[in-house]
Each structure stands twice: as structure tokens, then as C-alpha cells.
Nanobody, 121 residues
């Protein structure tokens, strides 16, 4: 079994900051790309930011310059520092990780349970 456990969501005023954390646990051989997605009410889930095992990053245009993704490969963890939050950032944020459980196996994408981020105006 592989689990992704997220933490760090909450309610914040516009202009404020939050830091999301996500750690993968269980039988894990390697973790490839890790990322954060979000889904606002009535909208499709969208990629917020992703980071490869080598540290290359990719951001949605809407969060560039405000959000920073990072990871700790020793802990199989990924983080999202969110600054200058705006009401349009309100959504459920999901952690995603591409994980290979055993040497030679294919990798699969796993999801966390989601954490609510609410930004008040």
C-alpha cells in the first residue's frame, strides 16, 4: 500500500500565505514527479505545480511568482509554499506522486485525500 498524506490547508485572508505538505509512505522503490493539483467548486482539477526527482519545476501561469514547489527526496515529501494568496486560489488542493513500488515495476500515479484552502477577500 502507498499513501499520500497532506497537511497545511486552512482559511487565510487575501495577501496571506500558506504552506502545504505531502508525504508518501508505504512500500516505495522510487518517486518520480510529484505535484500539486487543485479543484475549485464546479471546475475541473488543474495542475498547480510539479517537480521532478531532479528538481525541475513547472507552474501554472496563474501561480507563477507566487507559489513555490519543493521536495525532500529523503522523506518522499513535497511542499507548496503559497504567497500572495487571492480568493481565486480557493480550492481543494491534491498531492500527486508518480511512484514505483518495486524495482522493475511500472510507476503509477497516487493521490492524496485533498486539503481545503480558502482565501477570503
Amino acid at each position: 500500500q502507498v499513501q499520500l498524506v497532506e497537511s497545511g490547508g486552512g482559511l487565510v485572508q487575501a495577501g496571506g500565505s500558506l504552506r502545504l505538505s505531502c508525504a508518501a509512505s508505504g512500500r516505495i522503490f522510487s518517486v518520480n514527479t510529484m505535484g500539486w493539483y487543485r479543484q475549485a467548486a464546479g471546475k475541473q482539477r488543474e495542475l498547480v505545480a510539479a517537480i521532478t526527482s531532479g528538481g525541475s519545476t513547472n507552474y501554472a501561469d496563474s501561480v507563477k511568482g507566487r507559489f513555490t514547489i519543493s521536495r525532500d527526496n529523503t522523506k518522499n515529501a513535497v511542499y507548496l509554499q503559497m504567497n500572495s494568496l487571492q480568493p481565486e486560489d480557493t480550492a481543494v488542493y491534491y498531492c500527486n506522486a508518480d511512484i514505483r513500488r518495486r524495482f522493475g515495476d511500472m510507476s503509477y500515479g497516487y493521490w492524496g485525500q485533498g486539503t481545503q484552502v480558502t482565501v477570503s477577500s
